[in-house]
DNA sequence: TTTTGACCATTCAATTAAAAAAGTCAGAAG
DNA sequence: CTTCTGACTTTTTTAATTGAATGGTCAAAA
């Protein structure tokens, strides 16, 4: 059993590196299989299709985001700090998957297997539950009014997905590969801006 | 000129029955020419081609929309009230025209012609005018501090735009035809929410 | 000045065939 | 028994073809 969690432990390790450069589509079953040196048919022996791997790929790589994430909000002195950290790792997790399109909406593939879609809600509602928390502690502490965290929580992710994805097909376009430091630049920037109105607010 | 100012105007509104039912890939020019008992030549003898058609009914419908966003706003007794109303507005108008997607950004075809990504962002700049507008009244009034009207309108819609767009996504899915209730009063409560947080802010 | 039928050029949609990729399986290898 | 594989089938993409639909033009008529 263990020896056989190695092997798939190793299978998601190479297929991870194809998916990431090249996304879901480009790469082919056979592409991971010569990468590892055995045959399609032992990928299928670990794997049902090639979906479930893909699936376990993202798994993998998101609950090692997730956890950096909590830890940026955790390690931060202020609210605006630690939500600004918390963008950083998003941004940087962007930069380095963004050909998997595991956290945009666009892409129609995703559409095609009902468990990305399930995966991407599980992700949203883990990050709700991560903000939730941290606001949580910062009502405790005093920096924070008496607000619902878990509403709350929920607002700011949807503002900062929004902005995000919405920048970013405003930037690039559509279809496009890239996704450069320029871009990013300015989604941060807009983010940081954001946190700050909602942190101070706007009433006199 | 005026005759001929005239029957641009019924070529647009009728046009714009078309443009606004079946989107611009689905009428066709001929579909208009014969709404109009004209030939097709005759259309090409007022609009040099179809964008530019599509392109003036664009203008007037958003004009029309951008006038009574302003309106929504001046007629409000305070911020979040304005705001909403200005959703509403907004909400309104994407009811009733989303098949014409001049405000959505994942349609490949408009990246086609240049002038309605330019159109796109005058109609943004203007919109942020307006709030900026808005804002800055509210400041003299007392209302809200002394905050940098121009960029918090900016921030303001970038989040509204960001909300809205992406709620779509995720409630119908990439290439949806229907815009069904629920899912504008999802968007509308979400921003209502958003209202609220910037409003009041977060900070004890 | 305005309109139009006839026309051209480009795009779209349906068809098909070939290629590539996904996925299967009986049996070999350890 | 577990793991692996070559050979295989099925499904999906891709490319080429073609006819129809559509965007766009123009000389000539009203």
Same mark, same amino acid.
């Given at each position: 059993m263990t020896e056989q969690d190695g092997k798939k432990e190793k299978i998601i390790e190479v297929a991870l590196k194809r998916f990431s450069h090249f996304g879901i589509e480009k790469t082919t079953m056979n592409d991971i299989a010569d990468d590892l040196n055995i045959s399609k048919a032992s990928l299928y022996y670990y794997f049902p299709d090639k979906n479930s791997l893909f699936l376990?790929?993202?798994? /993998?790589?998101? /609950?090692?985001?997730?956890?950096?994430?909590? %830890? /940026? +909000? *955790?390690?931060?002195? /202020?609210?605006?700090?630690?939500?600004?950290?918390?963008?950083?790792?998003?941004?940087?997790?962007?930069?380095?998957?963004?050909?998997?399109?595991?956290?945009? +909406?666009?892409?129609?593939?995703?559409? %095609?297997?009902?468990?990305?879609?399930?995966?991407?809600?599980?992700?949203?509602?883990? *990050?709700?539950?991560?903000?939730?928390?941290? +606001?949580?502690?910062?009502?405790?502490?005093?920096e924070l009014k008496e607000i619902d965290a878990e509403k709350t929580a929920t607002i700011l992710n949807d503002i900062f997905m929004g902005i995000g994805v919405n920048r970013l097909h405003f930037c690039t376009g559509p279809n496009s590969l890239e996704l450069s430091k320029e871009v990013i630049n300015s989604i941060r920037d807009s983010i940081k801006d954001v946190i700050n109105l909602v942190y101070y607010g706007i009433k006199n």
């Open positions: 376990e790929v993202a798994v /993998s790589i998101m /609950s090692e985001q997730l956890d950096k994430q909590q %830890k /940026s +909000l *955790e390690n931060a002195e /202020s609210v605006p700090e630690g939500l600004m950290n918390m963008i950083d790792a998003r941004l940087a997790f962007a930069e380095q998957f963004h050909m998997m399109k595991i956290q945009d +909406l666009q892409i129609d593939y995703f559409y %095609k297997d009902k468990r990305f879609l399930e995966l991407r809600d599980k992700i949203r509602e883990k *990050e709700n539950i991560i903000i939730e928390n941290f +606001l949580d502690i910062r009502i405790e502490k005093g």
